[in-house]
């Protein structure tokens, strides 16, 4: 079952579609006193991203609002590159973001011999035709404006076209040699009414019905039989399905089918710096420019959950951006402070130096430690506290030291006084250098009576606080940073080849880095913040006991204009 997920709180606010639902089902209504039905119909030919999910919160969530039901259902009634694998990621998404779907999970292929039947009937009602012209063939007497010129085989009689069929079902036809053509409006000025084809031949394995089937009805034919079997009421999709409503429409009026639902579109969901297209994503993962489908850089939803996305921050996301009826792309960096927003809140604080160098507290006794205990959580009581140690010897960051300061500088270079979060205040003495005049060592004095970073005698301190680790205590790990995968805020525009802008600094891996040994008890998928660094999760693939393998998930800086 899926786990419970409470979302941050805003003020009610009422979509087209919930009014168009409450129209629905009030009295009068086309479905008064019926169940809100809907269902979400992805096709297991890829992995679930960003985009599906607005559609997938979109199905399950109105079914939540009005105490309905949705079913899931794959649409897997194009076999191409269609896979098991892909249909067990899916129902592995949708359950980790919090939605369920009971024991309504059916197939399109479920529907194969219904779907046939009905083909069958519209043939008989002298409402469908087997068609010998191809694609190119046909498109070029459709014409681009004014009336389609016929089909020679439109007025072929029915018990031909209902022989033809039967044959095409037995395959005795070569691929791609015929298709049945639904008979509608030769003079539509929607296109989509113009004679669509409604089956087409396909000597392919189906990866449920292996090779039983070599008949293959189109999405538009097979969606709105499927919906009317299932009872769905509301039939929610993207706004690039407007168009087909009318062929939606005539195919549930034409054939016979138990229920009439109701198609409603909605905009899609479009964010800059990536792409959407599940070809191009699965280029991306063929080609080798990503490490795979959870590549974290990659807008599936697998990629974003080894990132350290969380369920709440990606349905927060989907709330706050709306349901509209127009196409528009949002920020990535709302994206980003959804989560930031969620792991603020959720998240434990632990110190991390990504870029080490050694900190050696001269004046602080050899081989002597002692502990200190800091909070877990200052926005979370309930996280609680933990432990960490102090010696002489410590890791801080490369860059938290400078042997010869720029303006407004405060943190370590000669001379100067800053805190060790948590610990002691520090002042600076000088470095060490190795033969090419590298710093190696900072060198440093601790204020014995600055237990905690307060100072017994009040004064100020001018100086930075820094973080640092006990390098007594601390544990190795590899840090991956990741950025943008394109650097083009519009990679998928007009004109343009979205690998031209691939961005090569996308990823950023850091070996050698140190963190607080309560680090080692960690397990995926854990995040953090890294004080003064970011929020980051441990890989759920690649980290282990003894490896431990952190993907920073997004910086502290917010960089939406709110």
């Known amino acids: ?168 079902k037995n395959g005795e036809f070569p691929e791609g040699s015929k298709t049945l053509r639904a008979k509608i409006d030769l003079a539509s000025g929607n296109f989509n009414m113009r004679d669509p084809v409604l089956y087409r031949i396909r000597y392919i394995e189906h990866h449920r019905q292996g090779t039983k089937w070599c008949i293959f009805p ?37 054939t016979d089918v138990p229920s009439h639902p109701r198609q409603i579109e909605f905009a899609r969901l479009g964010i800059n710096h990536t792409v959407m297209s599940k070809r191009k994503l699965r280029l991306l993962v063929e080609e080798g420019y990503v490490s795979g489908w959870d590549d974290p850089r990659m807008p599936t939803l697998c990629g974003l959950r080894r990132r350290g996305y969380t369920p709440r921050s990606i349905r927060n996301f989907c709330e706050r951006i709306g349901v509209a009826k127009a196409d528009s792309t949002v920020e990535y960096a709302f994206l980003e402070h959804c989560l930031r927003e969620d792991l603020n809140e959720t998240a434990k604080r632990t110190m991390a130096v990504l870029r080490p160098i050694r900190l050696t507290v ?37 860059d938290d030291f ?34 090419d005049g590298n710093v190696t060592e900072v060198l440093c004095e601790y204020d014995p009576n600055s237990r905690g970073g307060d100072p017994a005698d009040g004064r100020k301190v001018k100086g930075a606080t820094i973080h640092w680790v006990d390098a007594a205590a601390a544990l190795d790990a590899e840090v991956r940073l990741y950025d943008n995968l394109f650097t083009d805020p519009d990679p998928d525009g007009a004109d343009k080849n979205f690998l031209d802008y691939i961005n090569p600094q996308s990823l950023e891996v850091l070996q050698g880095c140190k963190v607080e040994a309560n680090m080692a008890k960690a397990a995926a998928p854990a995040s953090f913040q890294f004080m003064r660094q970011g929020y980051f999760c441990l890989d759920n693939k690649d980290s282990k006991p003894g490896h431990l393998v952190f993907n920073r998930s997004v910086s502290l800086k917010d960089s939406f204009k709110k």
């Not at 081989?367 to 200052?378: A, D, K, L, R």
């Not at 506290?385 to 801080?396: P, Y």
């Not at 100067?416 to 060490?432: F, P, S």
Request: proline share 5%; hydrophobic share 35%; charged share 25%.
């Open 402 to 435: 400078l042997e010869t300061p720029v303006p407004k500088y405060k943190r370590l270079y000669p001379g100067n006084e800053v805190r060790l979060k948590g610990a002691y205040l520090v002042t600076c003495t000088g470095c060490v250098k190795d033969g």
């Open 218 to 254: 189109m999405y538009d034919f097979a969606h709105p039989i499927q919906d009317a079997l299932e009872g769905i009421t509301h039939s929610l999709c993207s706004l690039e399905y407007e168009a087909h409503r009318p062929l939606y429409n005539w195919v549930i009026e034409h």
């Open 1 to 168: 079952m899926a786990e419970e997920i409470k979302l941050t709180e805003a003020p009610e606010s009422k979509n087209f579609i919930q009014a168009f639902i409450e129209e629905d089902i009030a009295e009068g209504g086309q479905f008064q006193g019926m169940t809100v039905h809907t269902r979400f119909p992805p096709e297991p030919n890829g992995y679930l991203h960003i985009g599906h999910c607005k559609a997938l919160t979109i199905d399950f969530g109105m079914a939540e609002k009005f105490g309905g039901m949705c079913n899931l259902r794959f649409d897997d009634t194009n076999p191409a590159k269609e896979d098991n694998e892909y249909v067990e990621a899916i129902q592995e998404d949708i359950h980790w973001l919090g939605f369920d779907w009971g024991d309504r999970m059916f197939y399109g292929s479920d529907y194969f011999e219904k779907t046939y039947e009905l083909a069958v009937g519209l043939i008989k009602k002298g409402l469908a035709y087997v068609c010998e012209l191809s694609p190119e063939e046909f498109k070029a007497m459709r014409g681009d404006i004014g009336v389609s010129a016929q089909s020679p085989y439109r007025d072929r009689p029915i018990e031909e076209s209902l022989d033809l069929f039967e044959r095409m």
């Open 362 to 398: 001269v004046n602080y006794p050899e081989g002597q430690s002692e502990t200190f205990t800091v909070e877990n959580n200052p926005v979370d009581e309930s996280a609680g506290t933990r432990e960490i140690t102090f010696s002489r010897n410590l890791f801080i960051e490369a």
